[in-house]
Structures are given as C-alpha cells and as structure tokens.
C-alpha cells in the first residue's frame, strides 16, 4: 500500500466520507445515448495517456505543466486522456491551471495539424482530497468542452459528459464514439471513460475501492442500447488497475516494466468480465507509478485482451526518472477485434525531467 502522511489520512477519511455522499437533489436516470460524445476517427488515430500528475499546492506548477505540455507536444495526439491522480491537496487555481493547460495545447495542436485534439480526464483515489468542492473539477472541465454536434468556435476542446443528479455512482461514466465522417451511427473504436473512485472501508482501513456495479451495468447498457453498431472495438480508460493485471503479468505475455505489486481494489467485484462483455477488448489504468507494462491477457473464458498501465507522466510523489513520460495508442482502420488484441499499437515513451522549466519552452 502507498505510505500516507497523518495529514493524508485524516483528509482521506473525511474526503471519503464526502466522496460517498448521496447526489444533491432527486436523482434521474438518463438515457444512455445521454453520456456519448463523438469524434471523426481516421486511421492512425493517435490516443495520448497521461496519468498521476498529483499536482498540489507543494508542486512546482510552472515546471510540471512543462512536463506535460512537453509530452503532448511530442505525441502530436489527437486525444489526450489522463487517467487519475490528476491532483492531490490542490486547489481551485491549480485545477483551473491544468485544464486551462490541456485545453490551450488542444487549440494550438489542432492549429498547427489542420486536424481536431481534444481532451478527456477522469478521476483517481487522490483527485477529491483538495480545496474545492466535490463537483468542482467537472465544473470547470464542462466549461471548457463543446457539446457534441456543435462546432468548437469558442476555443473549447473537451470531451466530457457527466449529470450531478444522475443515479451512477462516480463522477465519470461517459463515452466517446470514433465515428466515420460521413456517418456519426458507424461507430470505429468506443472509448469509455470510467472513475473507479476513491477509497471503501474495510474493518479498520481504508483501501481502494471498486468500479460500482451500476457503473458496470451502465456500459453494459451502452453497448446494448446507444447505437445499432455492435462491430466497433472497445477501449475502457480508469484509474485504479484491476485484479487480472497481475495475472496478465504471471501469464508473462508483455512489454515493459513492472516493479511493485498491483495496487488492485478491495475486492475482485467482477469488472473485468462485466467490462469485456459490454465488447471492451482493452483496459487502460494508471495508479501504480513504476509499472508500465501492456500484457495481452487470455483469461478463463480463452477470451484475449490487452490490459496496459499508463506511464507515470510527473515526477510528484514516489516515481523512476527512468520510467517517466507517456503512452501512445495508435488505432488503425479497418481491423478486427483479434488483430487489435497485440502490442504493436501501444507504446511507452520517456521524457528527461531532470532539467530546468526552460527546457519545455
């Protein structure tokens, strides 16, 4: 388990006890379609994972955003996703300053490339322990993401759905389908993003906590009912990794490096199985700082798929000089669900941290 200063703990206790707090107001159930937006998918679609920034109040701002906008820079993507501990003991500033940060690299890449970038965060265990309010980083996360169908002309570049009085627990549950420019029903890759919250209590301790099974429900709901199109491939994007990570790294099938032991939640609840048969074919987590593997896991059903950790893409909290940067996933056109299933598509990339911020300039 990661080491937690008496400060940490007693905010996790009370930021959990938040966490866990019922939806303000009476709660709806939105229809699924209600939590898709799309992209125009081309072929070599470039997906740029970033994960556990942990930017706080103790960061060094200027430099970590240096980092990251180094990593977007060199990755030219088309979609950027970070997949949690985005923050930890931030405040509002340093939460505004992020996605200000993700939102100004999008209209400058989609400038100079003549092709759309947009980006797409979920949440970590740390992401709600700061000064702000529960709703907040959705809140300023919305005001920077164009609805779907409308053209961005106010230099908004996310991609985000999210209802604070829906009955799902989290505070993302939505999904982006990469659809063909002629027809936004022809669906090529399906794109959930998914928190896998914060923290559960367990006897006298707390430890990670699980995808919900109405979270679990939902996508399944999604495959069945948001589009008539069944035959595009799936990819899943949470924080914290799940159970059959270790057992893709005993099957030994993989890339990369692995150098701590799975930090899974407090119970194997089943998502990976409920996940795959909602047709997603790759998992892709964050959360363990010094692994980085992509395993083409074959589980008990003879099923393939690839679960992939993100690389590390700070050098805030415990962490390798030599393991960090980002990861890219290039998604090719027309492909099946089993030619996709291998490593080739994804790739681990390093960056030097070590300088000065005048070397991200």
Request: with cysteine; glycine share 6%; charged share 25%.
């Amino acid at each position: 388990m990661k080491k937690l200063t008496a400060l940490a703990i007693a905010l996790v206790v009370l930021l959990a006890l938040v966490g866990c707090a019922p939806k303000h107001g009476e709660e709806n159930n939105h229809e699924v379609s209600e939590y898709r937006t799309t992209m125009v998918f081309h072929d070599d679609f470039k997906i740029l994972q970033l994960t556990d920034l942990h930017l706080g109040i103790e960061s060094d701002l200027e430099n970590q955003l240096g980092i990251v906008k180094k990593s977007i820079n060199e990755a030219q993507p088309d979609l950027i996703i970070l997949t949690g501990d985005n923050f930890m003991f931030a405040n509002k500033s340093i939460v505004y300053k992020l996605v200000e940060t993700l939102n100004d690299c999008c209209r400058e890449l989609t400038k100079a490339r003549g092709m759309l970038t947009k980006f797409a965060i979920t949440y970590g265990n740390h992401d709600n322990q700061g000064d702000y309010p529960r709703y907040y980083t959705n809140e300023v996360i919305a005001s920077f993401t164009t609805k779907d169908g409308q053209e961005i002309t106010d230099n908004k570049y996310g991609a985000f759905v999210d209802y604070e009085d829906d009955n799902l627990f989290g505070l993302t549950n939505y999904f982006i389908d990469l659809v063909d420019k002629s027809n936004p029903e022809d669906v090529k890759y399906r794109i959930h993003i998914i928190d896998s919250n914060t923290y559960h209590y367990v006897g006298t301790e707390y430890k990670y906590d699980v995808i919900h099974k109405e979270q679990l429900t939902h996508a399944q709901n999604i495959y069945n009912n948001a589009t008539e199109d069944k035959e595009y491939i799936g990819l899943a994007f949470f924080h914290i990794p799940l159970f059959e990570y270790q057992e893709a790294w005993e099957q030994g099938v993989g890339q990369g490096k692995y150098e701590e032991a799975v930090l899974c939640p407090y119970e194997n609840n089943g998502s990976y199985t409920m996940l795959r048969d909602a047709n997603i074919a790759s998992f892709f987590a964050g959360h363990d700082h010094i692994n980085y593997g992509d395993f083409i896991y074959t589980d008990k059903d003879g099923q393939k798929s690839i679960l992939s950790y993100g690389v590390k893409s700070t050098n805030q909290i415990y962490h390798n000089e030599e393991m960090i940067g980002y990861k890219t996933i290039n998604l090719k056109d027309n492909i099946t669900r089993e030619e996709f299933v291998n490593l080739d598509y994804i790739k681990a990339n390093y960056i030097n941290v070590t300088t000065g911020y005048e070397y991200y300039e």
